[in-house]
């Protein structure tokens, strides 16, 4: 045999050593995706953005998402040019906004995948202090909303607020201008607790009332108004997460125990305990909106990803098995980035009820091993009415409860920073009264101006950036305008592609290193048998 066929043999070798030391095996090799693609919510679109990131990591999965709002993934699917869709309601069929019955053309399921808090976003200062500790309560919610209340120091909106000496300022209400699960969730909620106050029903489509009502594209156009200088005044409904991510803070709304509450993940996942589940999964609110215990957030609901449960012009088999992988991997490992960006994990029941749909998409994987599903609201062998998330939420603090105090501490993108009090009634989350001019505790012994730019300010008109480093606030000094936009998280761990590199690595390691050294000991070889001759 001549040197090259050895070195060949040899080369082959190598390889095979070389993919068996970083783990790929046939099984593993063989386990391909195909693309999928789906549409609408955006009320959700953070957290599919950061799974879709995670999968594509893990398992070399291509899962392609427009967030072109709820009303538009429903008519996606409808017109079945997308696999999947996102939305915060179900199909329509007697809509009450006048809008066409939206009627489904293949077999579907609503499944779970996300909960979360629709919040109250604002922007408003105080004798050039930015407010972070907004309190209003329902009806005054929704006069904001229907313009019958119009300016920052209405009565109305002063005695929600008795730590605040409120502004002469006029209020606008920045509203959703497409189709939106968001505005019907938001819409939902104020005609079932004041119908003698809005009076349009349940409604996708958000009307534009008066002229100071602006009207923005997703919640991205509606958070970005809001946190830009000239949405001074501004207030909004968006999901928890775009606030976060802005650096802004939210309203904390009144509860039926008669206590302020912000959105947590928490303060979510206990509201969800009230929840009831519709036979086909779509979910009534009512208890939420009316449960009595005060760690409530009444404006708490969830997400679902409309399923097809049977083929169509462009859902397939093959597509079926990635969709059906992708929705394991969110209702259980995917929760656990939940609460960090700005959403509340599901809850053991609604996990059962997606691992049920799961079942019928075509092509599936297969349901879910709940002793390895990795969801932080339960653990193997508890019950699906428990949630480990709500047993553990906090007591709201007594000045977070309805009467003469107000806690200063800040909220949403904001928590760092507490508001100066300037109303008799502001007081620190110890009770110690924290009225006056030269600034407010920050409820742990500090104190915080309450000056300059947005949420996470600490100095007083110089920009203001998140906590991943964009700017969100110019800062009285101009500058670029303020921007919202979807969280990134770390990666987990490593995937596919990742080894795949690695054994690259290796095998371009024994390419340079190997040739040589076993040419020099073949030649050695042919030597020593010429001089044995």
Request: net charge neutral.
């Amino acid at each position: 045999m001549n040197v090259r066929a050895r070195l060949s043999r040899l080369a082959v070798g190598a390889i095979a050593l070389a993919l068996l030391s970083v783990g790929v095996s046939p099984a593993h090799a063989a386990d391909s995706y195909v693309p999928i693609s789906g549409s609408g919510s955006t009320w959700s679109q953070n957290a599919l953005d950061q799974w879709r990131k995670n999968v594509a990591s893990n398992y070399g999965m291509t899962v392609n998402y427009s967030g072109n709002g709820s009303s538009a993934g429903r008519t996606d699917f409808i017109n079945q040019t997308v696999d999947f869709a996102v939305s915060e309601i179900p199909f329509q069929a007697n809509p009450q906004d006048g809008s066409p019955p939206e009627v489904p053309t293949s077999s579907y399921a609503y499944m779970p995948i996300v909960a979360g808090g629709t919040s109250l976003m604002y922007n408003l200062k105080i004798g050039g202090q930015r407010v972070t500790n907004l309190r209003l309560s329902g009806p005054v919610i929704a006069k904001i909303f229907t313009g019958a209340i119009t300016n920052w120091n209405d009565p109305a909106i002063q005695a929600d607020n008795p730590g605040l000496a409120m502004p002469d300022k006029t209020i606008t209400p920045v509203i959703r201008s497409d189709g939106s699960g968001t505005s019907a969730q938001f819409t939902a909620w104020m005609a079932a607790q004041f119908p003698d106050i809005w009076t349009y029903h349940m409604t996708s489509q958000f009307p534009v009332i008066n002229s100071t009502f602006k009207a923005q594209n997703g919640s991205l156009g509606v958070a970005g108004y809001v946190s830009q200088d000239y949405g001074e005044g501004a207030i909004t409904y968006v999901e928890y997460s775009y606030a976060l991510k802005s650096g802004f803070p939210v309203a904390k709304v009144l509860n039926q125990a008669g206590y302020y509450i912000e959105p947590t993940y928490q303060s979510v996942a206990v509201a969800l305990m009230g929840a009831t589940i519709n036979p086909d999964l779509t979910q009534n609110l009512d208890g939420v909106y009316n449960n009595t215990d005060p760690r409530t957030y009444p404006m708490s609901s969830y997400s679902y990803m409309i399923v097809p449960t049977q083929t169509n012009k462009v859902f397939t088999t093959d597509k079926g098995k990635t969709l059906s992988k992708f929705a394991d991997y969110m209702i259980c490992e995917g929760q656990q980035q939940a609460s960090a960006l700005g959403y509340s994990p599901l809850p053991m029941n609604l996990v059962q009820a997606a691992s049920d749909v799961i079942t019928k998409i075509p092509g599936t994987v297969g349901g879910v091993d709940f002793n390895s599903c990795n969801n932080p609201t339960f653990k193997p062998g508890d019950s699906p009415s428990n949630n480990q998330l709500a047993l553990a939420a906090p007591q709201p603090k007594p000045c977070d409860k309805q009467g003469p105090t107000q806690c200063v501490t800040g909220t949403g993108g904001a928590a760092q920073q507490a508001t100066a009090g300037t109303g008799a009634g502001a007081v620190n989350d110890d009770g110690t009264s924290a009225s006056g001019g030269g600034g407010a505790s920050d409820g742990s012994g500090g104190t915080s101006s309450g000056a300059g730019g947005g949420g996470a300010a600490t100095n007083a008109g110089g920009p203001v950036y998140d906590a991943n480093g964009n700017q969100v606030s110019p800062g009285s000094s101009g500058g670029p305008a303020a921007v919202s936009a979807p969280f990134n998280l770390a990666a987990d761990g490593w995937g596919t592609p990742q080894y795949i590199m690695l054994a690259a690595g290796v095998l371009l390691l024994l390419a340079v290193v190997l040739p040589p050294f076993l040419s020099r000991r073949l030649r050695r070889s042919g030597n020593g048998s010429k001089s044995s001759t």
